[in-house]
């Protein structure tokens, strides 16, 4: 709760605080792959990644992997940065048949059947993690769009869902 008393809208909006939500994903990513070959949403989707030899990346491996994805994969999460590293990604991919980052680490990908359990359990977090940041971010955005007036005559018309407006 270090947020509270801070200016939200600063710190969603900050360069910094979008890389600094990388971090832990970077730290907690490798040590993943290199004890189980796979992180939650990995696993969760049926894939693995190995070497070429079908053993577990290394430290080191896993650590340059990550690397490689955060630079070139997700941009750091900045915006227009992200889109082109993802665009970039997916024209590489089809081009080389794997991605830049395993491509230059050749490791491989190694991929399961989708089970029922596993596609339900990832839609239940990917929507658990969007309510999460919509109640968490959702009072801050209604505030920086309600000073403008076609903004409130659209919420006028239109009533959002009532647990949503913020308090005031």
């Not at 949403?41 to 690397?67: E, F, H, I, P, Y």
């Not at 941009?75 to 830049?100: D, M, P, V, Y």
């Amino acid at each position: 709760m270090w947020a509270v008393g801070q200016d939200i809208k600063a710190v969603i909006f900050s360069p910094v605080i979008v890389f600094l939500r990388y971090l832990p994903w970077f730290l907690i990513e490798p040590i993943l792959l290199h004890y189980f070959g796979t992180t939650l949403g990995k696993w969760l989707m049926g894939l693995r990644v190995v070497n070429q030899d079908d053993s577990k990346l290394d430290l080191t491996a896993a650590t340059k992997r990550s690397l490689r994805v955060m630079l070139t994969g997700v941009g750091f999460g900045w915006s227009l940065l992200a889109i082109f590293c993802q665009i970039l990604s997916f024209f590489t991919a089809r081009k080389l048949g794997n991605t830049f980052w395993d491509h230059v680490g050749q490791h491989k990908v190694t991929v399961a059947p989708l089970h029922p359990f596993r596609l339900i359990a990832l839609v239940f977090i990917f929507a658990a993690a969007l309510v999460i940041e919509t109640i968490i971010i959702w009072p801050h955005i209604y505030e920086i769009h309600s000073k403008d007036p076609s903004f409130k005559e659209q919420l006028e018309k239109n009533p959002l869902w009532p647990l949503l407006k913020p308090s005031k």
